[in-house]
Every structure is written in structure tokens, then in C-alpha cells.
């Protein structure tokens, strides 16, 4: 208790605050534009923290991650251009929200689902890291192996109607993924003797292409289609009416939980991240839909204006930020690519994450972590100051400007992640491919699962076949590795029970 | 008019005259750090270039990260750079490797090393509940049949450590390759693995937290903050030092009084006793070699790894 008072203590200077609240507005910001993440925010942050006292810079980082989370739902939902890649599956139930004329519950929704689910997961961090860490370390090779396949396994629960594409999708995803060196042999494959690929096709470049760049170039199609129609350019969705009815917020409980219960899971594991935890708990929520709403009067189908479509990812990716530094600051193990950069952070400053964080530099470790408290708490009204201010008056620029502001973000944010040309390239490729994927109507959602998913598949399996020396049962050895065994068997059944329902005879309705 | 000419003349052989140390350097340098922000040698080149710049007078020391393919996009920059001394590589052992194993055009002759500021001796770790209590323990063991040891990958100096190791004893491993050292942490911390090859500087906070245990180090001497672990050749493995490196290199043809006006400048900020408390924190021992100290320690690391790589058939 000394300890959380201590951080407390570290965090109340006005400085520190200001740095937060900076953060904030900053993270909610770079969130909201398409093509700059917060991956690229702190590649360009990290030099300059070099500068300020370590307490100050640590806080701006905190803010800035939490609410990029946050932010990347307000393109989203407004013009369906996910801001950043976590937001991927709320453009889909948010943006048809808005085109009913319900933008601003679906922001509403949006944000009350990532403070909750932050506030959630802040708090478990706040009382549990320590033992929670423990739990990241159960997960050996043969645990992420496992874990892969059920995240890949989560993509089925979407694929409805089109399973050919969805798989498609995911091979494509897979395949762009082997781009590098093997992992196995230690040799380059598929770089085309580009150096540049060496290590795999630039990730950050290659998101921003495959959400910024392919966006620019629907508001392009939009525009030309328009102009052909000799119709005026047609307006973004009013935003609207952001109160949210209280029936509504009962409903959405339990989604919010289950949200924050499986962003605060995954988000502890080294290796998933958040686009995992977005698609499993974006599965549940369908599945929940399905069994109490679905077909009922006054209910939209799923994918076409649900709020639970928003409320399940929104909740559960804001609650892998705060759980993704239980292992971090306990163990030095960053749950995913944005908290690593935190190492480098800390690193500037003469800290090491891990155990010895807490005894040397305790203030520092707790403040950290009392800062995702108050950040989600601050969350709240900030997020709607800036959806109030920055996003109305970002989405009443004339789309044309739009398209050009939006480019030229683009290619910044791909040059800034290591100052190299060669990412804007990628980019501009990604792109184009995302572009063509969507006038083939073959979903993204699976092909950035198998793109990030692809490496740990093949290294987690490649590494357990190795120390089992080529045993393949230990994936669902219940002795020795039953969280893998539990999680194949989940993955099994993800898989089988849609195909069994379709054989059964359907009930009378 | 004529006037003007001589002017422009002067001018003009200004530019051309070779930098003289005197007048080294007239404007910033760049420190080319061949990673994205927030590695380890992002991390040392920063805390040198704060001290530097204190002490540097006509210019400052700007850390400049080119990312991309594994460190070779910086590093074949800056051996494409001109030879004025403007241009420093945060120059590591990678640059030896490279262009054996994954196909950099430049060649270990491009650069010309001006200091070292960083060893990085090799360590065996394994989890603190591990049966192998001592490095006799271990290499009886791995003598026995192989064990199952945590490299960042394949092909980088970690896993040549292996096969050096694996030439002088009659211990085999089976190498993991895992990539990020958080991920090798959550390996070996949690007992996924038998053990690793791992940096010391990255290895010491892990082992200092208790988290792992060092069965060995590969430095000629025992290192102060661990003086009951062995060294590699106290421990029968008969490697007198197997270390990573980083320091400043710069173009091949860079003047000599260029060259020693920038090793000077390193030596001036290893006697400041702030930056050595910074690196320490920081988790990296602070050394100062000279230039031709420096090209010993390359060329060194140079001959061991070269015939490992042939021996394992890694070259390309």
C-alpha cells in the first residue's frame, strides 16, 4: 500500500500530470489518424525523452499509449478507416451505426467499452502483477504454439458465408509472413536479395499501407464515383447525440467483462497482443449475440450495427495496454511491440525493467503503473473533448483535402519508423493490396491475424518439436502442458461445432 | 570583380582542403546508429553522445537511427559515406558477421574502427531451479546427451558462442533459436529450456534479480559483480574470451588526425565519471580502447567467428 502511495506521490506533481494529460490528447490524436500509430509516436517520442526526467517522459508514453488505443475507434466508426490496427473490427458494426445516424453512440460506446476495460485491467495491474507474472511465464513454446492456433481458430467464428475467402485471407496473411529470415535456418527467404526485407517485411510501414494508404484510396473511389454522378460530395456522418440509454449500458455489461476478462489475458502473454485479443473477444460477443439477440425485433443482424460488435473489441484492447506491462515491469518481458518500446524508455534513463525495477527504482515502477489508472480514468472527458473538437472538425475538412492531409501522414509515419525510404514503399504496396482486397470482398481481418500470428506459429513450433525432440503430442500432453492441451481442445471445437449445428435439424423456430 | 573572384577562389579551396584535426569538426557529426530507437546501441550511443557534447567544441554529436534489414541498411550507409569524419557507425560485431551470412556488400575493410566503448562477454544462464548447480554440473550434462539451449537465432553471435563451444569441449546443444530477449527471458526464467547463451549485459539484471543463475562467463577475468562464477577457461571450456562488441567506426580513408581527434574524444568521455555511473545503470560496462586496440579485439572476433561459419556451412 506504501508502495501505490509512493507512486501516487511520484505521479501528483504538476509536471507529471501535464505530461499525462498531454499524453492523452496526443495519443487520442495520433489514434484517430489513419496512418500514424502509436508505435510510430514513439519512435519519433523516445530520442527526446532522452531530455526530460524519466518520471515526465514515462508518463507521456503511458498516455500516449492508452489512448491510441482509444482513438483509433473515432475513424472507425465515422468514415470505417480504423486509426489503428486495434480498432480493425469496430469499423465494422461502428461505421454501420453511423450510417444509421448513430455515430455518436457508437463513439459513446466506444469509449465508455475502453475506459472500462482499461479502468479493469489498471486495477488488476495495480493489485495482481506479481502474481500474474507467473502466470506469463507457464507460457513456454509449446503454450504460444497453442495460443496461435486459437487465435487463428477464433477467425472461423466470423467466417460465415465466405470461408473460402476468409481462408484466402489468412494464407496471404501467412504467407507475407515467411518474408525473412527462416527462423529455423537462419537464412533469408523470399527478400528478392533486398536487404531491406532481411528481416521481414517492415511491420509498422506495412500496417500503415494496409489501413492508411488502402483508406485514402476508397475516399479517392468515393470521390471519383461522386464526381461521375455530377452529385455533390457526399457529407460524413453527424456525429450526433453521444449519451448513451441505460438499458443500453446493462446490456453491455457483461460484453465489457468478458471484453476486459480476455484483453487482461491475453495482454499479460508475450507474443499475442492486441489484434488477438480484439478477434477473440469479438467472437464471444458474436456468440453471445447470436444465443439472446439475434433475430429478435428492433435487432440489427451482426456486422451491421450491433453494439456489442463495438463494445467486445473496444473493451478488450484497451485492457491488453495496462496488462501487457504486468510482465514487463515484473519480469522485463514486453507483451507486445508497443510496451517493448517502454525497454527503450527505461533504458534511456538507467532502468532495467524487471524485479530489480521495483527495489532500485520503486517510484518509477509504481508510478507507471498507477499512471494507467488515472489515464483511464482521465480518458473519459478527454476523449470526448477531442471527438467534440479535433475529430469534428478534422472530419468537416472537404474529403479531397482529407485524401491529401491523410497521404502525406501516411508516408511520414512510414519513413519515421527507421528513416528509410524503402518503408514508404511498403506502404504504398500494402496498400494497394488491402485496396484490391477489398473490391475482391476478401476480408483483411484474417490476413493481418496470419501476418502476425505467422512467426510465432512456425518459431513456437519449430522450438517445442525441438526440446520434445520431434514429439508432436506434447500440444496436448495433460500432464505436462495442460493450458496448451486446453487451448487445442477450444481451438477443436471452434472448428467442429459449426459443422456439427449444420448437420443437426434445425429447430422450429 | 577581381575581388570577388579571389573570394570565390579562396572559398572554393576551402571546401576542398582536407579537414585538418585542428579545424575538426566545423559543423554537427552524425552517429549513425544502424536500429530503431530504444536498443542497446541506441541506448549507449545516446548516454555517450550527452557526455560528448559537453566536451565537443565546433559541432555536436547527433545519433541518427537508419533501421531496417537487421542493422545492414545503416551500416552499408555508412560505408558508402565520405571519409571526413562526419559520419560514425555505432559500429557491432554484426558488421564482422554480415557480410559472411547475410549477404551485406560492404566489407569489414569499408570501415576503419576508431574506439571501443563495450564488451559484451558470453554467459551460460540457466534457471534458478535447474539441477545444473555448477558449469561442471552443465557440461556434464550436455556432454551426456544434448541440451536444449536459448540462442536470440540462428547465425548471430550467440549461437556462434555454441558452436565455438561445442569445437573445444564435447558438449552439444540443441539450439532454440528465439527472437527478443524478453521472449529468451520467458523461456529460461520459466524452465522451458535447459539454459542460454546470453549477453552479460543483458544476463546480469536477470541474475541479479535471481531469476537465472550464471554458470560461466567467457572473459579472461572474473567479472567483480559475480566473483564466485567461473570463467570459461576456470570452468574447462577453453575459451580464454568470447565477447560481442560495440564501439565508433568510420569510413575507410578518414584522415588519422580525424581518427584521433574522435578517439580522443571517446577516452575524454570514459574518464567522466557520470558517464560510467550512466552506463553502468544502463547495464553495459564501460571500457575505452583506442583505435588499434579496438582493430585487435575486430580482428580477433573476426578469426574465431570466420572459421566457425565455414565449419557450420552458414556463409552464403
Known sequence: MDAILLGFQTLATPMVLFMLVTGLFAGMIVGSIPGINDNIAFAVFIPFSFAMPPDQALALMVGVYCAAATGGAIPAIVIKVPGTASSLLTAEDGNAMARKGMAGRALSIAITSSVIGGIISSIVLLFFAPSLASVALRFGYVENFALAILGLSSVVGLLRGNVIKGAIAAIIGLTVATIGFSPVTGFPRYTFGNINMIEGIPFVPLLVGLFGVAALLDLMVDIFRDRKDNKPLSKLPEIGSLLLPRALMRRLWPVWLSGAAIGNVIGMLPGAGMLMAIFLAYDNAARRFRRLYAGKPGEEAWGEGVPEGVAAPESANNAVTASSMVPLLSLGIPGNSTSALFIGALALHGMVPGPLLFSQHGNIAWMIIVAFLVANLLMWPVAFLVIRSVSKSIFSIPKEVLVGVIAMLCFIGAYSDGANTFNMWVALVAGLVAFVMRMTKIPLGPAILGLVLGPQLESSLNNSLLISRGDWLVFIDPINHPISAGMIFVSALLWIVPVVLNFLPKKAA | ?316
Open chain 2, 1 to 316: 570583380m577581381k575581388n570577388l573572384a579571389l573570394v570565390a577562389a579562396l572559398g572554393l579551396s576551402a571546401l576542398a582542403m582536407p579537414a585538418l584535426a585542428d579545424d575538426y569538426p566545423q559543423r554537427d557529426i552524425d552517429l549513425v546508429v544502424p536500429f530503431a530507437p530504444g536498443g542497446s546501441v541506441d541506448t549507449t550511443s545516446r548516454i555517450i553522445a550527452e557526455t560528448a557534447n559537453s566536451i565537443l567544441e565546433g559541432g555536436e554529436l547527433v545519433v541518427v537511427n537508419r533501421g531496417g534489414g537487421g542493422g545492414i541498411v545503416g551500416q552499408t550507409s555508412v560505408s558508402m559515406a565520405a571519409p571526413d569524419g562526419y559520419s560514425i557507425l555505432a559500429m557491432t560485431s554484426s558488421v564482422v558477421t554480415n557480410p559472411l551470412m547475410k549477404g551485406a556488400t560492404y566489407s569489414i575493410d569499408d570501415f576503419r574502427p576508431v574506439a571501443l566503448y563495450n564488451l559484451d562477454p558470453e554467459v551460460i544462464a540457466v534457471p534458478m531451479d535447474s539441477p545444473f548447480e555448477t558449469a561442471q554440473d552443465f557440461i556434464d550434462a550436455a556432454t551426456a546427451e544434448p541440451l536444449s539451449i536459448v540462442v536470440a537465432g540462428i547465425g548471430t553471435s550467440h549461437h556462434l558462442s555454441g558452436l565455438a563451444i561445442e569445437r573445444v569441449t564435447d558438449m552439444t546443444f540443441n539450439y532454440i533459436p528465439t527472437s527478443g530477449f524478453g521472449a529468451q527471458v520467458q523461456a529460461v526464467v520459466g524452465g522451458h529450456a535447459d539454459g542460454a547463451l546470453w549477453p552479460m549485459g543483458e544476463a546480469m539484471a536477470q541474475a541479479q534479480a535471481g531469476g537465472v543463475r550464471l554458470l560461466a562467463i567467457a572473459q579472461e577475468e572474473r567479472n567483480p559483480d559475480f566473483p564466485d562464477v567461473p570463467t570459461f577457461q576456470e570452468a574447462g571450456i577453453d575459451i580464454p574470451i568470447f565477447a560481442t562488441f560495440r564501439g565508433w567506426a568510420v569510413p575507410a580513408g578518414t584522415p588519422d588526425d580525424v581518427v584521433a581527434t574522435l578517439s580522443n574524444l571517446m577516452q575524454s568521455v570514459y574518464e567522466d565519471e557520470a558517464y560510467r555511473e550512466r552506463m553502468t545503470n544502463a547495464g553495459f560496462v564501460p571500457v575505452f580502447r583506442d583505435a588499434d586496440a579496438f582493430q585487435a579485439v575486430i580482428s580477433d572476433y573476426a578469426t574465431r567467428t570466420g572459421a566457425i561459419i565455414e565449419e557450420a556451412g552458414l556463409g552464403q
